[in-house]
């Protein structure tokens, strides 16, 4: 039988209080230029999307003409060239630029997917409608024999225009969900995302679409696992603690991850992370703070920076008492994934964090977010969120 | 984003009109009405709700009818038709907001399109009716008056009789 807990009104007075930091400071002000050793992306609507590669097919014929050795320019996206931007807190890309020339055999196939993908690019944004990564793919199945191909041809496509992914209307398929008290707008339709029942909102990867219209939300809460995100959802968590609720099943897509940025920029509210406590979830949370490096040429509009840590903490499983059925020993992949992260550069900078990994290591434990039903089904929700919220246990 | 602050703590925020001026035509007077119908009552705080409905005035002021304007200026009869039938719910229920668009019925009553010319006139019928209404008030404050003024025996019946005659020809 489930232990009864004792029901309490919590402040969240921790919470509230980073949220008024926000919003005396407004956005703007806590925002700090990016180095100038890293390239500048732009996030921009079909006009100037088109009107970029435009100018890009307009050099390479001018190139073709004058040099008579037709090449392509883009950034380089190699590990060499990401820069961790320690002020911001975000992986960028350097400005190492690199050549791709038309008379090498490698080079012709990898420049013909590219000029097939801008094509595909032209088409979608003329005609003002998306496709996804996959669709590309079959658009040539012969050219890109595999999706990692096609893949890659669409990235460096965005880098080569200084700009998102999402700006050329090649979006991921949907993925993570939002629910909570957020009205917004899909084109002309108004959604009320408190409105769907628990299943809530499917993110749209066509977020050039979307606008957020009108929120009293005081924080956003992003959660790692479906099941969790289902508890909080059944529990109309949002309806006590005014809050916007997100998911992405794992690892934030990009259309999450820049939904979340988006939410947090424009709404100017504090953010934290749910995630399960091992170095899975404690990397799930690094992407959502400063970017993956696969992306990092628009880590500025896929990461947010100001994301806290809420839990699951390792120093929680004692604190909470986790009984020991519910705690997990390290695997092998795991201590390699916490060694891994504690030489990162941003896990050494941040003292607490380094703490709650070495506890880890030290411990040989890890749990996922159900742990915390060993104490009933509602602890998530009445006792262990809010506790934290008020309390500003968090990293 | 616009904020909105409760009295009690917590915040309301509503995206700023100046986004609205992108938006399709109709776009600005379905999120009016949706706040208004929706939303507003939930805030509970009277000052915010006060707030929030002069802002939503002012998007009404500021983008949604000077966006109406320029549809009804326009050549596209589809648009036009969508365009007054937003103005019509919107004078039917506040016509002072629906009045900078009276300038421009005059010429839309003489269009070729039947829609069109039905339209407007509902729309001039919601502002004569308004208009009518406001006169009505103005006389039966004049008549409480001259009522007074008879039971005083400051006018004569006469002219008591006449003033409560013009009141009811109006009423009617």
């Not at chain 1, 703007?28 to 079909?46: A, Q, W």
């Not at chain 1, 097939?116 to 024999?145: C, G, M, P, S, W």
């Not at chain 2, 929030?52 to 326009?74: M, T």
């Not at chain 2, 589809?78 to 919107?90: C, D, G, V």
Request: charge should be positive; aromatic fraction near 8%; proline fraction near 3%.
């Amino acid at each position: 039988m489930a232990k009864k807990q004792q029901k309490k009104n919590w402040d969240l007075k921790a919470a509230k209080d980073l949220f008024n930091d926000y919003i005396e400071k407004g956005s703007e002000k806590r925002e700090i230029p990016l180095p100038e050793d890293t390239i500048k992306i732009d996030d921009l609507n079909r006009k100037n999307t088109l009107e970029r590669v435009y100018n890009l097919v307009d050099d390479i014929i001018e190139r073709i003409y004058n040099t008579g050795k037709p090449s392509i320019l883009l950034p380089s996206r190699s590990s060499s060239n990401i820069i961790w931007d320690e002020e911001n807190d975000l992986l960028l890309l350097g400005k190492q630029i690199i050549e791709k020339q038309f008379h090498s055999l490698t080079s012709v196939a990898d420049i013909t997917r590219l000029m097939r993908v801008l094509e595909i690019i032209n088409e979608l944004l003329v005609k003002d409608i998306h496709a996804t990564k996959r669709e590309v793919f079959y658009t040539d199945v012969k050219l890109f024999t595999e999706q990692k191909t096609s893949d890659k041809s669409i990235e460096d496509a965005a880098t080569m225009l200084y700009t998102t992914r999402n700006s050329t209307h090649v979006v991921a398929a949907p993925k993570g969900t939002c629910v909570g008290r957020l009205r917004i707008r899909d084109r002309n339709d108004i959604i009320d995302l408190e409105g769907l029942g628990s299943g809530g909102w499917t993110i749209s990867p066509m977020l050039d679409n979307i606008e957020i219209l009108e929120s009293d939300a005081e924080f956003i809460l992003v959660i790692e696992k479906d099941a969790a995100m289902m508890r909080l959802a059944e529990a109309r968590f949002w309806r006590k603690y005014p809050c916007i609720l997100l998911t992405a099943q794992g690892v934030g897509n990009v259309a999450v991850r820049m939904f979340l940025k988006r939410l947090s920029k424009e709404l100017n509210l504090p953010v934290f992370s749910l995630v399960d406590s091992d170095p899975y979830g404690h990397y799930i949370h690094s992407v959502y703070l400063r970017g993956s490096k696969r992306l990092s040429y628009e880590s500025p509009f896929l990461a947010t920076p100001n994301i806290k840590l809420l839990g699951v903490l390792t120093r929680d499983l004692d604190k909470y008492k986790i009984p020991d059925v519910a705690r997990l020993k390290l695997e092998k992949v795991d201590i390699k994934r916490i060694k891994d992260l504690l030489n990162e550069d941003f896990v050494k900078k941040n003292k607490k964090w380094e703490t709650d990994l070495k506890l880890a290591l030290k411990m040989n434990i890890k749990a996922e977010i159900q742990a915390l039903s060993s104490h009933g089904f509602e602890f998530l929700t009445d006792q262990y969120l809010p506790e934290k919220l008020s309390t500003g246990d968090w990293i | 984003m616009r904020i909105f602050h409760k009295k009690g703590g917590g915040i309301i925020q509503l995206v700023d009109k100046k986004n609205m001026e992108e938006w399709s035509v109709e776009l600005p007077l379905i999120f009016i009405e949706y706040i208004r119908e929706k939303q507003l009552e939930k805030y509970n705080d009277t000052s915010v709700k006060k707030e929030i409905s002069a802002y939503l005035d002012e998007i009404l002021k500021d983008v949604a009818i000077p966006r109406l304007i320029s549809v009804l200026e326009g050549e596209n009869e589809e648009e036009t038709i969508s365009a007054l039938e937003r103005i019509k719910e919107i004078s039917k229920k506040n016509v002072d907001m629906a009045r900078p668009i009276k300038p421009y019925l005059d010429n839309l009553s003489k269009s070729k399109n039947k829609s069109i010319v039905k339209i407007t006139q509902e729309i001039s019928n919601n502002f004569l009716k308004a208009d009518r209404r406001k006169e009505l008030a103005k006389k039966r404050k004049i008549m409480q008056e001259k009522e007074k003024q008879f039971m005083a025996g400051t006018i004569s019946g006469e002219d008591y009789a006449k003033a409560r005659k013009e009141y009811l020809t109006l009423k009617e």
